[in-house]
């Protein structure tokens, strides 16, 4: 398997369709963002013309309304692989969701609770946000470190692991030999720190001229929640405050360019904690020049 990873807007797209091309590979999405359809300009979306006739997975495979857990994902993804693997092609598995391109390549294993995760909901709704997290730091205090204490969903499903197994979230992770199970070449792109953040800025600008309000506005007249899942990405959640009368659409702009730069920090620091990833500067004046570095040690490998 080969595997592209990287911040947003640093050409992760670009360069797995190259690799398809030469490679004989078929691209399967690790975003945990563009499997939702209708919901294109505010997440990068690859188009028809760039895909140039390379098969694409998990793009546009559920409604907005609809949630999408990284156990899902991991059982679909690990499918795909095996079918593309069958044809006799490469798999190509490209994305910035950090914990979805782990939970694939990893011996991560998911507890499957008979918890019904509703009536955890309701259990807990009289507790906030701090309140709920404070909760799991009672009960598993490893857990927290990973789990952020407004990541509501994350913090029930932690909590839930306990009540219905007996077992603490953080107890059945650190079980796990955390072994590779596919043989795959991690890449990784990168940018220095100032190009990528103007990058991503000038990304935001052409997302609005492309149309991002238009879109947004399409969603919530369709009856977009802020809780729904797909409406917790950057690029849409700032605009609830917008409906709300809360922000100008200047300070949403400059919000989602906030919010971006922001996680593509987040998205180097896992990466580079959590795999053994091949970094590779990226030639903005030359890609080709990135294509052929990477094609280079790709060769290597495969041999």
Do not use: C
Not at 17 to 41: F, H, N
Not at 136 to 148: F, K, Q, V, Y
Not at 225 to 230: I, L
Request: proline residues 2%.
């Amino acid at each position: 398997v080969l595997v592209v990873v990287g911040p947003t807007g640093v050409g992760k797209t670009k360069l797995s369709i190259e690799l398809a091309k030469k490679y004989d590979g078929e691209v399967i999405s690790g975003d945990s963002m563009q499997i939702y359809k209708t919901m294109d300009i505010g997440t990068a979306k690859v188009t028809r013309q760039e895909m140039q006739g390379v098969i694409h997975h998990l793009i546009d495979v559920k409604n907005p309304d609809e949630s999408y857990s990284v156990m899902e994902l991991q059982e679909t993804v690990r499918q795909k692989i095996h079918e593309i693997t069958k044809r006799g092609k490469m798999p190509i598995l490209v994305g910035g969701t950090g914990l979805y391109i782990k939970a694939v390549l990893y011996d991560y294993q998911f507890e499957k609770s008979e918890s019904d995760h509703e009536a955890t909901e309701r259990k807990y709704a009289h507790l906030d946000n701090q309140a709920l997290y404070q909760h799991l730091r009672d009960i598993d205090p490893e857990a927290t470190h990973n789990i952020h204490p407004n990541n509501r969903r994350r913090v029930l499903r932690a909590i839930e692991i306990y009540e219905t197994t007996g077992q603490k979230k953080s107890s059945i992770e650190a079980a796990q030999n955390h072994q590779m199970i596919y043989d795959a070449y991690l890449i990784g792109l990168t940018l220095p720190r100032p190009l990528l953040h103007s990058r991503i800025d000038q990304r935001v600008n052409v997302m609005m001229e492309n149309g991002l309000e238009e879109e947004v506005d399409r969603l919530m007249k369709s009856g977009a929640q802020d809780d729904w899942q797909s409406m917790k990405a950057i690029g849409y959640k700032e605009w609830f405050d917008y409906y709300r009368g809360d922000k100008s659409k200047i300070e949403v702009v400059e919000a989602i360019k906030t919010h971006s730069r922001q996680y593509a920090k987040r998205q180097y620091t896992w990466f580079n904690n959590q795999m053994q990833v091949n970094w590779y500067d990226v030639n903005l004046e030359n890609f080709a020049e990135t294509v052929n570095n990477v094609e280079k040690d790709v060769d290597v490998w495969i041999k």
